[in-house]
T-cell receptor, first 111, second 115 residues
Framework: TQLLEQSPQFLSIQEGENLTVYCNSS?????LQWYRQEPGEGPVLLVT?????EVKKLKRLTFQFGDARKDSSLHITAAQPGDTGLYLC???????????FGTGTRLTIIP | NAGVTQTPKFQVLKTGQSMTLQCAQD?????MYWYRQDPGMGLRLIYY???????DKGEVPNGYNVSRLNKREFSLRLESAAPSQTSVYFC??????????????FGPGTRLTVT
């Protein structure tokens, strides 16, 4: 069974600060996705990274896929209250359409 | 275009009762999924359907059955509910976006409590 561990599990920071959350595994994935989930709603896809070493930017969010395709990070610059939510990473096992989800990082941005 | 819809939004069952969770998508996706979400455990796959008429077990299938009624609808049935099945249930569908990459779209969830 493939496992994805996310750290930290909880993170609470002040508005305007920078932060990084991590997603780590001992398994190789063909691609890795990041989702954000708000209370009472389903997860919403933010980004998919496919190539080892790939970096994608989505406004203030920067996503990186590790060279060995076993890990990923999400960096948020100048965090805003609207960034509050549960961030989930999910790995794709070489296109079999079954994602393995990480344990999640619950982020709270304090105004 | 409603995306993925789920009913009901909330449900309380007594141990031993049965119920069916309904899911429908209007995006013409082939693949559909049922997940459960428990605190600190992310999302765990219960069942998966790659196309109409096919289903496959996921990580935690015990105590559940599914039916892929047609391309749009995928239902999840609890035959005899147990307190361990208290959870939030999400339905999702997916579409290929090129190469080996695909995107999953989730419904709003069903919050189930078994007493």
């Amino acid at each position: 069974t493939q496992l994805l561990e996310q750290s930290p599990q909880f993170l609470s920071i002040q508005e305007g600060e920078n932060l990084t959350v991590y997603c780590n595994s001992s398994s190789v994935f063909s691609s890795l996705q990041w989702y954000r989930q708000e209370p009472g709603e389903g997860p919403v896809l933010l980004v998919t990274v496919v190539t080892g070493g790939e970096v994608k930017k989505l406004k203030r969010l920067t996503f990186q896929f590790g060279d060995a395709r076993k890990d990923s990070s999400l960096h948020i610059t100048a965090a805003q209250p609207g960034d509050t939510g549960l961030y989930l990473c999910a790995g794709d096992d070489f296109g079999n359409e079954k994602l393995t989800f990480g344990t999640g990082t619950r982020l709270t941005i304090i105004p | 275009n409603a995306g993925v819809t789920q009913t009901p939004k909330f449900q309380v069952l007594k141990t031993g009762q049965s119920m069916t969770l309904q899911c429908a998508q209007d995006m013409n996706h082939n693949s559909m999924y049922w997940y459960r979400q428990d605190p600190g455990m992310g999302l765990r796959l219960i069942y998966y359907s790659a196309s109409e008429g096919t289903t496959d077990k996921g990580e935690v299938p015990n105590g559940y059955n599914v039916s892929r009624l047609n391309k749009r609808e995928f239902s999840l049935r609890l035959e005899s509910a147990a307190p361990s099945q208290t959870s939030v249930y999400f339905c999702a569908s997916s579409d290929w976006v090129g190469g080996s990459s695909y995107e999953q779209y989730f419904g709003p969830g069903t919050r189930l409590t078994v007493t």
